[in-house]
């Protein structure tokens, strides 16, 4: 079936940093893949999405490049602030394949300090 | 534009008791999926709802069980909660067909 691997957290980082989060999937079809982020006590919020092989995705200064040879989708930020803090979820859905659900990763926990 | 709304925030229930949740889904959109995000960890698929039907189930025993309603909310049922149940509860709605889904806050079920 579809899964998703992603890297284990928490992730410190001081203000400024570089942000990478990897995000690993299986898939037998064809996802679109996601990220999502879910801030203290908030439910999830679309933060970029791919839907075929090399597209990317952008958001808020977020990326991440649907990489169909390394079946990869890591998410990436060039200056974090402190407001990027919260959990971060890399999903994948496959309807052609008549899988109309999200599968999601377990999550990465990042913390930004000022 | 209002987004997909969920009622109620938070809930107390004991072991063995029944719970229904409710969701609305944002305007437009007529397919609803439910989700159980357990602390700490991702959200589990329940099942999505078309058209009133239940279209896709995932690894979740019969004591949950749904509805969807001709103006395309939806409800989550939940029987003999069992501690375990314990957890947010995440609705999403979308348009068919389409693989994007946006999520209301959650109900936050407790089980004692």
């Known amino acids: 079936g579809n899964s998703v691997t992603q890297m284990e957290g928490p992730v410190t980082l001081s203000e400024e940093a570089f942000l990478t989060i990897n995000c690993t999937y299986t898939a037998t079809g064809y996802p679109s893949l996601f990220w999502y982020v879910q801030y203290p006590g908030e439910g999830l919020q679309l933060l970029l999405k791919?839907?075929?092989?090399?597209d990317k995705g952008s958001n808020k200064g977020f990326e991440a490049t649907y990489r169909k040879e390394t079946t990869s989708f890591h998410l990436e930020k060039g200056s974090v602030q402190v407001s990027d803090s919260a959990v971060y979820f890399c999903a994948l859905s496959d309807q052609y394949s008549n899988d109309y659900k999200l599968s999601f990763g377990a999550g990465t926990t990042v913390t930004v300090r000022a | 534009d209002a987004g997909v709304t969920q009622s109620p925030t938070h809930l107390i229930k004991t072991r063995g008791q029944q719970v229904t949740l409710r969701c609305s889904p944002k305007s437009g959109h007529d397919t609803v999926s439910w989700y159980q995000q357990a602390l700490g960890q991702g959200p589990q698929f329940i099942f999505q709802y078309y058209e009133e039907e239940e279209r896709q189930r995932g690894n979740f025993p019969d004591r949950f069980s749904g509805h969807q309603f001709p103006n395309y909310s939806s409800e989550l049922n939940v029987n003999a909660l069992l501690l375990g149940d314990s957890a947010l509860y995440l609705c999403?709605?979308?348009?068919?067909?389409?693989?994007?889904?946006?999520f209301g806050p959650g109900t936050r079920l407790l089980v004692l």
């Open positions: 999403a709605s979308s348009p068919d067909r389409q693989e994007t889904q946006y």
């Open positions: 791919a839907t075929k092989a090399d």
